[in-house]
């Protein structure tokens, strides 16, 4: 397959040769004129496609393209399953988002929404039964206890090998993509990383296969990418924590429990020790669900000092810009952005940080975005869904006050 | 010992620029880097060579324009460098990249793999557990500490959401390394006269001996349907007023938002 400039229909007005983030456009003569030139630096990845004003850039099928897969051999893969992962036997908050995505897409579909359980007891799989799975695949193993990829590589490949679900989606945490890529290469199935929206495709008039469409963030959140898996079964996903609903929870819900033996694998790796850290080097960022993050504008280490005031007050994590950490005002465990961590809670509060794009693909997921910054052009308030342009050495104590008042003795 | 190192070249995505009116990428003028994750992992590729006892050969798939992030490998100290390039490989998703690099490793023979995290480009995190797999060796993701390597086994610290793990792994075996793991060192002199001069083996898809169906577009099982710049906010209000009006507007939206 190539993509190429329609030349006739090319005005020369540039605008793909700007978006190409792998330079393979570049301007030729032509009759007279300059068009743009697609050269074998392409990288298939579309974007020149979606920002021709004129629509001349195509996908054209070449000899050697592979035919898709006839639809009859992968209509046998059936129903959603997903990987609810455990920590120290409990079965973590991002399964339970999981079955809220994965009950949409099965009642989309049609088909059953089932759950695989490693390491912990049956009290887990029932809860994950209450959460909405219809079916629940359980290795009670201890041994699976701690995460290790080889045997849940394997288990979970059986597992899937056995049952034929034609959507599995599992955490994008440090579990989740460490271990789905290893089952994704096994099976031959696509997997999309790290997804924040699953949607159906429609159905179409010949009720042929319907593809799951799995749209996530791509060159540092610069860009959304709308992912299918055309020709191959099952069509795996790992999903960002916190953004998807939690399914409903049914008490009196009913399902299926069905035990796993534990695999029989290699097993090359071994977890040695297990370290739990919450005030430490390791500051709880990714599961805060309001971070107030401080930057340049702070000035300072008291500025910090204020800010945690702040933070105390809601409930919030302490954040911080590459600036403030390399003054040396706040450690990094701290930072947010490109070189420190990418948070996503439901609120952000930024103050004094003037919002670099280094900064922003570590934040710019989070639900609302309250900046606070004394110059009005910071880019921080493209982002901001409130925005208050002001000195934060004026603007926080007042809020600080208030916040006091409102709360009351 | 010898360890092989995957880097990818790729676009600063850190400087790449949203065009305000049309809310697309704007590519033009922005370098192409040694992705920031391979440059920890060649780190400590090298952390572990500067201890006695291993080389160091960085390896990387792309187009013919990425040998130059080869070059700057040597030049922090890298022994060899190895281009995999091949027009056949257009297009690859991480199945795709993970099996065409898995071909190149198995020719080129190693005892440790270390590769960044992910790409800031692909974001997916995907293609050093995929080549682990296709190798069928023991990898270990988001390595934040080498405690300690052998001939036998590496033992590192897995950075986990609430702590870390700490995994021995058999080797061979392959890492991959998140940025709290090192300081990656500078270039030194001899180092980039070194890169100049340097050879780079090329290898094309037959001398991994992948068939055209098991590359590129055609080997990938996930395609991309479309591409779209993101949701600019929607509500998008600016407050002002006094420090004073500020702050109790503040306020108020705080408690809205059950955050007080």
Known sequence: MRISVDTPLCTGCQTCIASCPYDAIAMKPYMKEEKALINEYCQLCRACMSVCPEGAIKEYREAGDAAPAPAD?????????????????????????????????????????????FGADREQALELIKWGADKVYHCDDPALRSFNDEPYTALLADVINAYRPEIVLAGATSVGRSFFPRVAVRLKAGLTADCTELDMEEPDESGGLRNLLAVRPAFGGNIMAVIVCPSTRPQMATVRPRVMKKGVYDAARK???????????????????????????????????????GGRGLGGPKGFEMLAELAALVNGTLGASRAAVDEGWIRYGHQVGQTGKTVCPRIYISCGISGAVQHLVGMQSSDVIIAVNKHAEAPIFNVASYGVVGDVFEVLPALIKKIKEEKGP | MKIIVCIKQVPNTSEVRINPETNTLIREGVPSIINPYDLHALEAALAIKDAGGATVTVLTMGPPQAEA????????????????????????????????????????????????????????????????????????????????????????????????????????????????????????????????????RKLGRNDIGLDEKEVGINGSPTRVRKIFPPDSRRDRRLISGTAHEQACELAGILKELKCI
């Open chain 1, 73 to 117: 051999d992968l209509s046998a893969w059936k129903g959603v399953m997903v990987f609810a992962e455990q920590r120290d036997a409990i079965a973590s908050q991002v399964g339970f988002e999981l079955l809220g995505a994965g009950r949409k897409l099965a009642d989309m579909l049609g088909v059953e929404l089932t759950a695989a359980l």
């Open chain 1, 255 to 293: 399902g299926e429990i069905i035990p796993l033996a534990a695999p029989v694998c290699k097993v090359r790796t071994k977890v040695v020790d297990v370290i739990k850290e919450d005030a430490g080097l390791n500051v709880n960022l990714q599961e805060a669900e309001v971070i107030v993050s």
């Open chain 2, 69 to 200: 992030a080869l070059r700057d490998a040597v030049a922090m100290g890298a022994d060899e460098a190895v281009l995999l390039s091949d027009r056949a490989f257009a297009g690859s998703d991480t199945w795709a990249t993970s099996n065409a690099l898995a071909g190149a490793v198995r020719l080129m023979g190693f005892d440790l793999i270390i590769c960044g995290k992910q790409a800031i480009d692909g974001d997916t995190a995907q293609v050093g557990p995929g080549i682990a797999e296709f190798l069928d060796i023991p990898h270990v993701a988001y390595v934040g500490r080498i405690a300690g390597i052998t001939p036998e086994a590496a033992t590192v610290h897995r950075l986990m959401d609430d702590g870390y793990d700490v995994v021995e792994a058999r080797l061979p075996a392959l890492l991959t390394v998140v940025k709290e793991l090192n300081e990656p060192r500078m270039p030194s002199l001899k180092g980039k006269m070194r890169a100049r001069k340097i050879e780079i």
